[in-house]
């Protein structure tokens, strides 16, 4: 079966950084471009970052400067290190494949 699992999230002070982690299982994992999205309390799902299978990156403004992504494909593996943390970063953050396979989420939470 196809499952994408999101881990790495927690609490941060601004100005501190993350690594997010999203396993693949079930796929050619090297075959897909993968992204995280984020979406914020009564905010919309939003893209943050995406890479293709050749390493392309593509980055939201909000995340530019600030965020990386980049994957392992013998891990099957896709990380998201977030530098520079704000408040306003705070989300639960999804990991997709494709734009249609979502994993369950995992809590990012920038507070002093």
């Known amino acids: 079966q196809v499952q994408l699992v999101e881990s790495g999230g927690g609490l941060v002070q601004p100005g501190g950084s993350l690594r997010l982690s999203c396993a693949a299982s079930g796929i050619i994992f090297y075959a897909y471009t993968m992204g995280w999205y984020r979406q914020a309390p009564g905010k919309e799902r939003e893209l943050v970052a995406t890479?293709?299978?050749?390493?392309?990156?593509n980055y939201a403004d909000s995340a530019k400067g600030r965020f990386t992504i980049s994957r392992d494909n013998a891990k099957n593996t896709v990380y998201l290190q977030m530098n520079s943390l704000k408040p306003e970063d705070t989300a639960v953050y999804y990991c997709n494949r494709d734009g249609v396979q979502w994993g369950q989420g995992t809590q990012v939470t920038v507070s002093s």
């Open positions: 890479i293709t299978p050749g390493g392309r990156q």
